[in-house]
């Protein structure tokens, strides 16, 4: 198990624009509280942090799906040739097909005949091979749900809690960062850095937080946090927006949950799910 230095917590956005408000960059280090990289995020501005200035040995939890759903089915979008074979060939169909978005939107894609019929869309467009209820889902989010937890589908593209639009502008950065930095469970971790996919409602139950309130929106509902984590307290007092809480608590989360060898072996984590799907880390 490889061992880090830093701790990286990145909660992502499908939003449109040039800069994503709703993206938040926080860091830890062995000792001390996290804090924010306090900029004006953008995808492009998160995709060349990642690739010029990581620290080295770093940790970096980033609160997308990097995958969609594959075992169910046996492919991610039955009856469609060009569906990819695993999910390396998905993150490059999606960069392929949005090639003309703007700021590594997913737009295209999401438009694309073939591919809309599997997406859930606003004004209610449901595509026809969705599924029933709240749609098709991984391996790990059954397991998340068997856990309590809420998980929704990553072809869901509607609501507040949707995670779709963030996962397939977040495959367009996977894809871009090919070769330079190994992603887990897809790559098996070296001695370097490595990103992970993380949930940041399991870093929220982790330090105390109940499921059905797990986002903190007051510094000191975040350091309340922290401290059943053990981790040194952020300064500040009053509002937060929960962007920013859950990076700091997942960047904190992470520091701990590194050395815990059942997190890096799932038992239901099999070599086709490596392919394909991926799992979130803290699923044990």
């Known amino acids: 198990m490889t061992s880090f230095d830093h701790f990286v917590a990145i909660d992502w956005s499908g939003a449109i624009g040039p800069v994503q408000r709703g993206i ?24 060349d942090w990642l690739a010029t200035e990581l620290p080295p040995h770093t940790l970096v939890g980033l609160d997308l799906g990097l995958s969609l759903p594959f075992a169910d089915k046996g492919a991610f979008f039955p009856g469609w040739e060009e569906s990819p074979a695993d999910a390396r060939a998905l993150w490059a169909l999606v960069d392929r097909l949005c090639r003309d978005d703007p700021h590594l939107a997913a737009t295209s894609f999401v438009d694309h005949p073939q591919a809309a019929r599997h997406f859930r869309r606003h004004g209610g467009r449901t595509g026809d091979l969705f599924g029933a209820g709240r749609g098709r889902l991984r391996v790990t989010e059954e397991h998340q749900r068997a856990a309590g937890l809420n998980p929704y589908s990553n072809l869901n593209l509607v609501g507040a809690a949707q995670v779709g639009k963030s996962s397939l502008t977040g ?41 059905n ?11 309340a946090a922290l401290a ?13 927006d929960d962007h920013r809480s859950d990076a700091l608590l997942g960047a904190a989360w992470l520091r701990i949950a590194a050395g815990d060898a059942r997190l890096w072996q799932p038992p239901a984590l099999t070599a086709d ?12």
């Open 171 to 211: 495959m367009r950065v996977l894809h871009r960062l090919a070769g330079a930095l190994p992603i887990w469970p897809f790559d098996r971790p070296g001695t370097g850095s490595l990103i992970v996919e993380i949930y940041t409602t399991i870093a929220a139950v982790a330090a105390g937080r109940p499921k």
């Open 213 to 223: 309130r797990a986002k903190m929106r007051t510094v000191e509902e975040l350091n």
């Open 273 to 284: 799910l490596r392919r394909t799907e991926g799992w979130t880390f803290g699923i044990p």
């Open 24 to 47: 938040a960059v926080a860091i830890c280090e062995r000792d001390g509280a996290p804090r924010l990289l306090d900029r004006s995020w953008s995808r492009v501005a998160v995709l």
């Open 228 to 240: 059943v984590l053990g981790s040194p307290l952020v300064p500040g007092h009053g509002a937060i």
